[in-house]
């Protein structure tokens, strides 16, 4: 039956159809894009804590230079009026020796302080670079992965035009309750619908046909369809 053979040409390219539409689904791209989001995500949560703790680190640094500061200016404030004149008496001299000593003495431990928190810094900062250098190049890459999938998602759709045009003419010249059948089929086999019978065995479940069934087959007329008993499939005999 010459419309079952034209069937056999519209299986193959609806195979074909099948198989470009699987491929724009399952670019291996794709599952990279959504590892390397996952991986940025990641790294985007470590820069920030980074960013926090060398932040909580720079607050801490400031506000001892700050108080480094306040008890500097206060002591050069003492300091002036130790030599100014304004003061004569030897025990407020004394008084304000030691004032001025303290000072000095605390300025000096904030200063540490500073010193200290700018020492902890310096490796938190190289790291944040680190992390934001590591993030830039997940952004690139992930950028260059969509810009593939939108190159191979055009090639692809390009072929899947030319397979559906042609799938168009080549069931032009099919019977429609006949191409009904096959649609049907096509859904219940999994996309094979039509198989050719080779000797005893249909080439679509690749089982052997009994021998009574198989001569009511042979013994059909030829414009009748017949399909194979063990799967069902139309048969190109």
């Not at 926090?52 to 640094?61: E, H, M, P, T, Y």
């Not at 219940?188 to 039509?194: M, S």
């Amino acid at each position: 039956m010459e419309s079952l053979e034209d069937l056999l040409g519209v299986q193959m390219l609806d195979t074909r159809i099948d198989q470009i539409r699987h491929q724009k689904k399952t670019l291996p791209q794709r599952q990279e894009v959504i590892d390397q989001t996952a991986e940025l995500g990641r790294a985007t949560a470590a820069t920030e804590e980074c960013a926090a703790r060398l932040k909580a680190l720079r607050r801490s640094q400031k506000e001892a230079e700050d108080h480094a500061s306040i008890l500097e200016d206060k002591a050069t404030e003492v300091n002036g009026v130790l030599y100014d004149g304004s003061v004569s008496s030897h025990k407020e001299l004394e008084s304000l020796q030691q004032e001025h000593q303290q000072l000095k003495q605390h300025q000096g431990q904030y200063e540490d302080q500073a010193l200290e928190f700018m020492e902890l810094a310096e490796p938190v900062e190289a790291e944040l670079e680190l992390l934001h250098v590591g993030a830039q190049t997940l952004t690139e890459r992930i950028a260059d992965l969509e810009a593939q999938i939108t190159v191979a998602l055009a090639e692809l759709d390009v072929q899947l035009d030319e397979q559906v045009r042609e799938r168009e003419s080549a069931q032009s010249g099919i019977p429609a309750d006949l191409l009904g059948l096959y649609e049907g089929l096509r859904t219940q086999q999994g996309g094979i619908a039509v198989a050719r019978l080779v000797g005893a065995r249909c080439e679509g479940c690749h089982l052997e046909i009994p021998s009574g069934e198989l001569d009511a087959i042979r013994k059909a007329p030829a414009d009748q369809p017949v399909t194979c008993p063990e799967c069902t499939r139309l048969l190109v005999r």
